[in-house]
């Protein structure tokens, strides 16, 4: 007698819950039962579960860009960089903007970027959507304005030197951020004295005012030409400090100085200073 054969029911499972399980299948013929048994895992599907942008925190100078970097992180605890689909957006315009693609100093060249327009604090928002929903994560970024000169001071205040003798005079800018530096022998530097035929002085740059001997060197080395009085002046920048002293015919501040320091007021970024040199 030829054996009958009969197909069992294929037989599907359905993921319930995150897990492992075993699947069993029985066949029962009169008396015979036969089973086998497989594992199924179960694993939950990967969703996002929002994202992040670095750096979380930033200082920068006005005019500068911060560059960031946004990713999506999945439920799997995995990450991926975003590229395209991420805005940006800032919550004071005054202080920090959105960057154009290659703007600005530090340009970026692409990607997601922020530019400092003025000095205070903001909060940088990326947005992104996916899988149905709109996620968000913030930064903080802090724009600072660049120290500017305040002030401009020269050493010696007084001197004396003989005929044919020198004197080294210092300049020195000092900066709203509390910081001085030293100009004496930089180029744009100028120093000059109120008579030629009294007094010269050299000047790092290429030229300078009355009495001024250009063509680079150090700056502020002061020779007696002739007996008499003779005011140094070194000027760095664009503005000038006059305060109560005359002017002379080159339009600088003249009159003799009677301390070592002679800055200037708030706000204003150069000066002009003076030294009086006894000959």
């Known amino acids: 007698m030829a054996a009958s054969r009969r197909a069992c029911r294929r037989g599907h499972g359905t993921g319930v819950a995150a897990g492992t399980t075993t699947i069993t299948a029985t066949y029962i013929s009169g008396s015979t039962k036969l089973s086998d048994s ?8 990967v969703t996002p579960t929002g994202i992040r942008i670095t750096p979380a925190t930033a200082t920068i100078n006005v005019g500068d860009n911060q560059a960031y970097t ?9 990450t991926t960089p975003l590229t395209t689909g991420v805005t940006l957006t800032t919550s004071d315009g ?3 903007t959105v960057a154009a693609a290659g703007g600005g100093r530090g340009g970026f060249g692409g990607g997601l970027a922020v530019t400092g327009a003025g000095a205070g604090a903001a909060t940088v928002t990326a947005t992104y959507t996916a ?6 994560a913030k930064a903080s970024i802090t724009v600072t304005a660049p120290a500017t000169q305040v002030g401009l001071y020269l050493t010696p205040a007084t001197a004396s030197v003989q005929v044919n003798g020198t004197q080294q005079f210092e300049a020195f800018a000092t900066y709203s951020d509390g910081t001085s530096t ?3 022998n930089n180029a744009n530097c100028s ?6 035929t009294l007094a010269t002085v050299t000047s790092a740059g ?3 005012g009355r009495g001024a001997i250009g063509g680079g ?6 020779t007696g030409v002739a007996a008499g009085s003779v005011t140094v002046n070194a000027t760095f920048g664009k503005l000038q400090r006059h305060g109560g002293a005359h002017r002379d015919s080159a339009g600088h501040a003249g009159g003799p100085l009677h301390h070592a320091r002679h800055g200037v007021g708030a706000g204003e970024r150069d000066a002009a200073v003076r030294g009086l040199c006894h000959l």
Do not use: E, I, M, R
Not at 191 to 196: A, F, I, M, V
Not at 217 to 222: C, F, K, N, P, R
């Open 182 to 184: 030293a100009v004496t």
């Open 70 to 78: 946004v990713v999506l992180a999945s439920s799997d605890g995995t």
């Open 206 to 208: 290429a030229s300078g």
């Open 191 to 196: 120093w000059t004295t109120s008579n030629g």
């Open 94 to 96: 005054t202080v920090a």
């Open 38 to 45: 497989a594992t199924l895992t179960v694993t939950q599907p």
């Open 217 to 222: 060197g150090a700056g502020g080395l002061a």
């Open 131 to 136: 899988g149905g929903q709109t996620f968000t």
